[in-house]
């Protein structure tokens, strides 16, 4: 009986987990969760799982939600609050296993305490790894507990690695979609508006990561991901355009031989994979392998996308560089949605973002979240700038009109 | 270093492992050699590997190789002949691993031995696994020594396998070309000349092969190695047609993730992943990755092809049925060459054959050549009554002209 924390368990990622612990009850047991802001969804899972501690973002809905389980007589239920409420469920002594999907930099310091205290982690927290990589991957590699990927790219690699030695890899193919445009000039992309950013062609999810992914900057995410986790160098590490996704990762090995993973797309395959880890177990998970057609390959257009180059030279230079890519890209991508700056200019405020930041290396979770705090505050200098020019322009360009 | 015999040297396997073996001097050493008939071959060899035993195939090349290499200085290597000298070559103390590659069943007896005498062996003789598959992994079970698959459709499967444990498969899926008449309907079949099936659309090989994949019969062995190989129901293989051959085949696992393998298509990779596994070494083998264009997967038709339920029949069934299921093909398959049948007619000939054939276990690779033999002379008598009423009916298509 495996036994489970979940940070940020209201969330699809969550949700997720706890559908799988479902279908598996003799497995899985869910001891402790963090749920944020949702209450009815907290107080919903905190009936049906019965955890021994639940955690609410603020001490409000911590104090509601106590009330409405006490009603409920559901009075063993320890309810806590707040960061340390989150770090509380990370480190229960109970857990063995934490699921770490709090989106954003809130979930850091949590998942770093949970890899202290020898927890094996499923990582779906994009930011652990970009931000903090190289403190968490040290402290697990020191707890000689796992990290493992809860996304479909890096599960593939985490899997097509099983074919070899890590010092056998000779380089890591993270797919990638393409984003919606793929096919359009550069020309075009001043002109890009937020509708057409927000049409991915392949995916449905969250505002920001859309917006990455027609930039590519969430492959460059990725990217970095791929580096701190695998403990390789940006240079083994690249990206392929896949349109289909049905691919969802390889690894080169030096032999010249590849594997490459797919499945079905469905997030309960690398959960599951990543809890029963190293066992496999069954699922009524199938990919249609006779479906299988016409699978499309090529190069990223760097050029085009020069998100993916400013990831590839922030992990190159580390540390605090990796954290202002992330907290630079958070604040461009929220003015390219609020309309205050153009797609094109995500790129740019990113790249000036790097430029004004010391590489330096970061010794503490705490120097990490001043590091993407400082970052964030040159950037939304940059885009009010950028906002203030812009607006200039497009009454110069209705004068022109 | 690895200490190695070759058995088939002066083949096409045979000459890629020595290939392979000169490219890593430090880690290879060839110790014995069994060359068949090409004295011209088997003399160059000898001269440059100096290998301990030397085998021809007859004893009059015997004598000419030894006296050739007495004149050139060579008199240390011991020449021997025929099935007694192969057999020597494949149990010498000095090898350590022995790369069975003769084609046919001349290969059989010698891969048996060199398992019972503990060599971890490279498979590349189809018949070891078709014809004594149940023999042969039962010793190299009994053993704890490998059999590590040298073609490229079971090298794949061997390197997806890694990872999961055998019990996580849920499915083999064996990829194939479909051959050149994937898109020919049935009806055509009974018209199809021996030029047309010589041309096959993906590869250069042998006029059996090439017959046997145009067939799917080669598929169908496939099947069958891989039944054996890895200790797999036949219901839990499967065929899948992609005619690009970039995917060499892949392994579904219980949760429902599939691992693929590709590589350039150089027999020298799975040559040297069986030569070094465990471990993998660099090659200049590198496929373009950034290449990767438009991979097609289809279904087979096993109603167009019966050659390929034939293979699942007779696996199911085991003992004697995939003995003459090899043995019958290979007559049909040297009749049809020879004009004497038509290209339907190689599937009814193994049917028939199959029909006629008990199951019955065999003890013993004896046992094995005989129900070879007896297959044969079945086949032949059949692929005779056909070619007479053929005649018949050509002469009659002529009167009707």
């Given at each position: 009986?495996?036994?489970?924390?979940?940070?940020?368990?209201?969330?699809?990622?969550?949700?997720?987990?706890?559908?799988?612990?479902?279908?598996?009850?003799?497995?899985?047991?869910?001891?402790?969760?963090?749920?944020?802001?949702?209450?009815?969804?907290?107080?919903?899972?905190?009936?049906?799982?019965?955890?021994?501690?639940?955690?609410?973002?603020?001490?409000?809905?911590?104090?509601?939600?106590?009330?409405?389980?006490?009603?409920?007589?559901?009075?063993?239920?320890?309810?806590?609050?707040?960061?340390?409420?989150?770090?509380?469920?990370?480190?229960?002594?109970?857990?063995?296993?934490?699921?770490?999907?709090?989106?954003?930099?809130?979930g850091l310091e949590?998942?770093?305490?949970?890899?202290?205290?020898?927890?094996?982690?499923?990582?779906?927290?994009?930011?652990?790894?970009?931000?903090?990589?190289?403190?968490?991957?040290?402290?697990?590699?020191?707890?000689?507990?796992?990290?493992?990927?809860?996304?479909?790219?890096?599960?593939?690699?985490?899997?097509?690695?099983?074919?070899?030695?890590?010092?056998?890899?000779?380089?890591?193919?993270?797919?990638?979609?393409?984003?919606?445009?793929?096919?359009?000039?550069?020309?075009?992309?001043?002109?890009?508006?937020?509708?057409?950013?927000?049409?991915?062609?392949?995916?449905?999810?969250?505002?920001?990561?859309?917006?990455?992914?027609?930039?590519?900057?969430?492959?460059?995410?990725?990217?970095?991901?791929?580096c701190r986790l695998?403990?390789?160098?940006?240079?083994?590490?690249?990206?392929?355009?896949?349109?289909?996704?049905?691919?969802?990762?390889?690894?080169?090995?030096?032999?010249?031989?590849?594997?490459?993973?797919?499945?079905?797309?469905?997030?309960?395959?690398?959960?599951?994979?990543?809890?029963?880890?190293?066992?496999?177990?069954?699922?009524?998970?199938?990919?249609?392998?006779?479906?299988?057609?016409?699978?499309?390959?090529?190069?990223?257009?760097?050029?085009?996308?020069?998100?993916?180059?400013?990831?590839?030279?922030?992990?190159?230079?580390?540390?605090?560089?990796?954290?202002?890519?992330?907290?630079?890209?958070?604040?461009?991508?929220?003015?390219?949605?609020d309309g205050c700056?153009?797609?094109?200019?995500?790129?740019?405020?990113?790249?000036?973002?790097?430029?004004?930041?010391?590489?330096?290396?970061?010794?503490?979770?705490?120097?990490?979240?001043?590091?993407?705090?400082?970052?964030?505050?040159?950037?939304?200098?940059?885009?009010?700038?950028?906002?203030?020019?812009?607006?200039?322009?497009?009454?110069?360009?209705?004068?022109?009109?």
């Amino acid at each position: 009986m495996k036994r489970i924390a979940i940070l940020g368990s209201t969330g699809s990622i969550g949700r997720s987990t706890l559908n799988v612990a479902e279908s598996y009850p003799e497995r899985f047991q869910v001891v402790s969760l963090a749920a944020g802001r949702n209450l009815d969804s907290a107080f919903e899972q905190a009936q049906r799982w019965k955890p021994r501690v639940i955690s609410m973002a603020s001490e409000a809905d911590a104090a509601d939600l106590q009330s409405r389980l006490k009603s409920a007589g559901n009075s063993g239920i320890e309810v806590v609050y707040g960061p340390a409420g989150t770090v509380k469920v990370a480190t229960l002594a109970e857990a063995d296993f934490v699921v770490s999907a709090i989106v954003g930099v809130a979930g850091l310091e949590a998942t770093y305490e949970a890899v202290k205290a020898g927890k094996a982690i499923g990582l779906a927290n994009k930011e652990c790894m970009v931000a903090a990589g190289e403190l968490i991957t040290a402290e697990a590699r020191k707890q000689g507990k796992p990290l493992l990927p809860i996304d479909s790219e890096h599960n593939a690699v985490h899997q097509c690695l099983r074919g070899g030695r890590m010092n056998e890899v000779r380089r890591i193919w993270l797919t990638a979609s393409g984003g919606p445009f793929r096919h359009t000039p550069k020309s075009e992309f001043p002109s890009i508006s937020v509708e057409q950013a927000l049409n991915h062609p392949t995916w449905r999810m969250g505002k920001r990561i859309t917006i990455d992914s027609a930039t590519l900057m969430n492959k460059g995410f990725e990217v970095i991901e791929a580096c701190r986790l695998f403990n390789m160098p940006a240079g083994q590490v690249s990206v392929i355009v896949h349109p289909q996704s049905t691919i969802h990762s390889m690894v080169e090995f030096v032999d010249g031989s590849i594997l490459a993973q797919f499945s079905v797309t469905d997030m309960r395959l690398p959960i599951l994979y990543a809890l029963t880890y190293p066992d496999r177990i069954e699922s009524d998970m199938r990919f249609p392998v006779m479906d299988l057609r016409h699978l499309e390959f090529s190069p990223p257009d760097v050029e085009k996308f020069p998100c993916l180059r400013l990831a590839y030279e922030a992990v190159e230079a580390g540390g605090a560089k990796p954290v202002a890519l992330n907290a630079a890209d958070e604040v461009a991508v929220a003015a390219f949605l609020d309309g205050c700056i153009r797609f094109d200019q995500i790129s740019q405020i990113i790249e000036e973002v790097l430029g004004e930041t010391k590489a330096g290396k970061l010794e503490s979770i705490r120097a990490v979240l001043e590091a993407d705090l400082q970052a964030r505050g040159i950037a939304q200098e940059k885009v009010g700038r950028l906002a203030r020019s812009s607006t200039t322009a497009s009454v110069a360009t209705s004068r022109d009109l």
